[in-house]
């Protein structure tokens, strides 16, 4: 097969992760600079993972990327983020910058962005998924910006949103929904989004009516709001929060209320799942340490599909979680008290009717 998607590292390990990341959708290529590479007319993309202080790394990239149709999109990966190496990427012809610290499977899924502006390019499904988030996430973009910003929520733009979720869940399922999420750097936006995305798939799976469907839908979406007034330095921070920091993030599921409500929200779900989805059923959660009946049904599923998705996330210096994996991991919460066993059961059901994922298709 022609490949689709060269990879050029000059770090084998790099290289490996990020063709096997981008070999799940599209024919790739893995190879080091200066290597032989006869046939890249079926060539859309590259991803350049080499320092551009070799010239003679540069000057391969060049021709390279000359030898490919026009269009090809040129990703580079930034070795370090200053203006100098910006126009370096820039003078060879790059149109996607990555950070140096990108995870392969962010790559995979701007790749995928790429594609689907093509309609010819990827599988339908995966392109109404691709597509679907890149519209869903414009919509929480406008919402957590006015968040941040002490404006109103605009409830059309948490309508938008909530019907592109769904949409998209019901032309690409699930599977495809978090491949496509994955190309979103920004945690929060891609968190929201598999939450969203979550809830509407584990609504069908629990024959939900299309009334409560969209309610559950839509309060998901917007759960993490109160994180839009939460330092993005604390957000970020890689490993533990001290205890400060911690307490600062657990003011989230409160600020979220408020904001709903002063935005004119009144709907109980939304409400209830933005102050309440980090309550765990043995009352170790917070911010209230409610305890079992205390905890409203919607809010019990929320709550297993806030804790997947965060489970199936990179949380440097953690790796992401694999989907079995994660769905041990919350029948282990489920058999220690904290979950109720027979939502996280279902939940299992709703990765069950589709494949989670693609073999990997890596070329020489
Ligand atoms: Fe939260
Ligand atoms: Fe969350």
């Not at 691709?130 to 414009?138: K, P």
């Amino acid at each position: 097969m022609q490949a689709e998607v060269l990879v050029i590292s000059d770090t084998a390990e790099r290289c490996e992760a990020f063709a096997v990341a981008a070999g799940r959708h599209f024919e790739c290529a893995a190879h080091a600079p200066g290597d032989e590479i006869a046939d890249v007319g079926g060539v859309f993309a590259i991803v350049a993972d080499v320092s551009l202080d070799v010239p003679a790394s540069v000057t391969f990239l060049r021709i390279l990327k000359a030898k490919c149709m026009a269009g090809t999109q040129l990703l580079v990966v930034m070795r370090a983020e200053d203006r100098r190496s910006r126009i370096q990427a820039q003078s060879i012809g790059g149109t996607v910058f990555l950070r140096v610290d990108v995870d392969p499977s962010a790559v995979a899924g701007r790749l995928l962005q790429l594609a689907a502006a093509r309609p010819d390019r990827l599988d339908g499904r995966l392109r109404a998924a691709v597509l679907g988030a890149q519209g869903a996430c414009a919509a929480l973009t406008n919402i957590f910006e006015a968040a941040h910003a002490d404006r109103a929520i605009d409830a059309r733009m948490v309508e938008a949103g909530t019907q592109l979720v769904m949409d998209a869940i019901e032309q690409g399922g699930i599977a495809n929904w978090l491949e496509a999420v994955r190309a979103y750097d920004d945690r929060i936006y891609q968190h929201s989004l598999m939450v969203g995305g979550l809830a509407a798939a584990f609504s069908t799976t629990l024959g939900f009516a299309a009334g409560d469907r969209l309610r559950f839908v839509r309060a998901t979406l917007v759960h993490d709001v109160g994180k839009a007034k939460i330092p993005v330095s604390i957000l970020k921070k890689p490993g533990r929060l001290e205890p400060h920091e911690a307490s600062i993030v657990r003011s989230h599921p409160k600020l979220g209320r408020e904001m709903l409500e002063s935005s004119g929200v009144t709907e109980p779900a939304m409400l209830e799942i933005a102050l309440h989805h980090h309550e765990l059923l043995d009352g170790s959660g917070y911010p209230d340490g409610l305890k079992g009946d205390q905890i409203g049904d919607f809010v019990r599923l929320a709550t297993v599909c806030d804790i997947y998705a965060a489970l199936v996330c990179p949380r440097p210096p953690r790796a992401a979680f694999s989907v079995p994996e994660a769905l041990e991991i919350i029948e282990a919460d489920a058999a220690a008290g904290k979950l109720e066993p027979a939502i996280v059961r279902m939940f299992g059901r709703t990765f069950a009717a589709e494949p989670t994922s693609e073999a990997p298709r890596v070329g020489p």
